[in-house]
């Protein structure tokens, strides 16, 4: 079996270091390569397994050795990596895939789902969703939870505890977005609250659009300013001038056609039309990587509300209707269920310098969590004396969850403030994914260590 994938080479190679980036994207599927075999990983005993799956329930934090000379003998390099595959999920339905939600029709289409025509069967499913994510999310704001996702057909969710991801506050990313469910964040609210209260509906940003437009009014005033320079002074006066005519154009710049006396055979385009117009460079981006939009501190509340009351949150037609959006966690929550990701070893042949050479591989299959892989690296690198390749599949609406946070309310350094050390997650893993973001919308795609050193390719 040929285990060689091609992968493109990064405009920019890392330099060795001893710990990658927080990667925030949910991987698909993970292939370790390495010299060593990965037999070890097989037919773990009863005690090993049971072990395992209490050191995650317990978050205990295992101590491994720095160098294995046989992983088979060493009992807590087999239970860690028990405890590194560990995820909850909810809800779970053994004979439907789950994840992932966006694109996965073909997946789901023909499989038994009983409530697709059954209302009461749909709203026990959906109350039962409701209380598992407020779970989630009372965890979350006790600092007792990471971060968790919510996947559902059209769009995702990703939830980050204060703390995480460089923001003191609270955070939440969805992506991708369309104008209609950025009106819908912006109306939230409004209809339950008096006229007298200050309720904007859910503030968010978004952070590449306002980035490139901030870029386009700064190469813009630059431009004006070297005008100015060369001129003879006082040349910005008649373009703001044209800025107030342009606001008058708005409401006359169809008044030639009453000259022409052609005004009722023209179309006039409607209030709609015009703002579509002026929104033209948000609405361009709905459905990609570049419509994510932001949310931060009390906010996340609000959006919570509008997850759990949104009606259009749930398909109302095709495979998945009826059928609620998937929870992803790294700790337990209400209504949860323990999954394991899938693990098989194989030998194989790799193509290398001299041609084909034997390798073993790792195969993980399933919803990878940025925690998980940070735990399965951690117990890879003794167990493979400090030297293997991994090639990352990611699931693509994800990759742009490594948008970095943008300046919050408060000083920046407040994230490193937060208290997580009751969150689930064992130092090593958690410290790298409180920095703030670097890979911005791209993901990582490989990953390889070489004395126990890391290099990546986005």
């Known amino acids: 079996q040929d285990l060689h994938l091609p992968v493109a080479e990064p405009k920019a190679p890392s330099s060795p270091s001893q710990e990658f980036p927080a990667d925030w994207s949910i991987k698909t599927r993970v292939l370790f390569m390495s010299s060593q075999p990965f ?4 037919h773990l005993k009863a005690q090993e397994e049971a072990q395992g799956l209490a050191q995650h329930c317990r978050a205990t934090d295992t101590t491994l050795p720095p160098s294995v000379e046989d992983p088979r003998l060493c009992t807590e390099l087999r239970c860690a990596f028990q405890q590194s595959l560990v995820y909850w999920l909810h809800p779970s339905l053994p004979w439907l895939p789950l994840f992932p939600r966006i694109g996965a029709d073909r997946k789901i289409a023909g499989k038994a789902c ?12 959906r109350s039962d969703w409701c209380v598992s994510v407020t779970s989630l999310y009372n965890l979350l704001k006790a600092r007792l939870c990471p971060y968790f996702y919510v996947c559902c057909s059209q769009f995702s969710v990703l939830f980050r505890a204060a703390g995480m991801g460089g923001s003191a506050t609270p955070s939440a990313l969805i992506a991708p977005t369309t104008r209609g469910l950025r009106e819908a964040l912006r109306s939230e609210g409004k209809a339950t609250h008096c006229s007298l209260c200050p309720h904007p ?10 980035g490139s437009r901030a870029r386009e009014q700064k190469g813009s005033e630059e431009h004006l ?13 008649p373009h703001d001038d044209d800025d107030d005519d342009d606001d008058d154009d708005d ?7 009453e000259e022409m006396g052609v005004q009722d055979e023209v179309k006039k385009p409607d209030a709609i039309s015009i703002q579509l117009c002026k929104e033209r460079h948000e609405v361009q981006v709905d459905h990609r990587p570049e419509s994510v939009a932001l949310v931060r501190g009390p906010n996340t509340l609000t959006l919570l509300n509008l997850l759990m009351n949104c009606r259009s949150l749930v398909a109302v037609a095709g495979p998945q209707a009826g059928l609620p959006p998937t929870l992803l966690a790294p700790v337990p929550f209400r209504g949860g269920t323990m999954h394991t990701l899938k693990a098989r070893s194989v030998r194989g042949q790799a193509r290398g310098p001299g041609g084909l050479e034997a390798v073993s591989s790792l195969e993980v299959l399933g919803p990878v969590l940025p925690h998980a892989l940070r735990a399965l690296t951690r ?19 994800s990759a742009v969850f490594n948008t970095p946070p943008g300046p919050g309310p408060g000083p920046e350094q407040d994230a490193a403030l937060q208290d997580l050390s009751a969150c689930g997650l064992p130092p ?7 920095q703030r973001p670097t890979l911005g919308k791209a993901a990582l795609r490989l990953l390889e260590m070489r004395d126990y050193a890391y290099t990546w390719k986005t």
């Open 201 to 210: 509906g859910i503030e968010f940003s978004l952070p590449w659009v306002e």
């Open 428 to 434: 090593e893993a958690l410290q790298p994914l409180r």
């Open 379 to 397: 117990v890879l690198g003794p167990a493979q004396r400090g030297a293997f390749r991994a090639l990352l599949s990611t699931h693509q609406p």
């Open 114 to 125: 009983p409530w697709a025509q059954d209302e009461a069967l749909q709203q026990v499913l």
């Open 39 to 42: 037999t070890w990983t097989e």
């Open 225 to 237: 300013g070297t005008e100015g320079a060369e001129g003879l002074g006082g040349s910005s006066a």
């Open 251 to 257: 409401d006359e710049s169809f008044s030639w056609l």
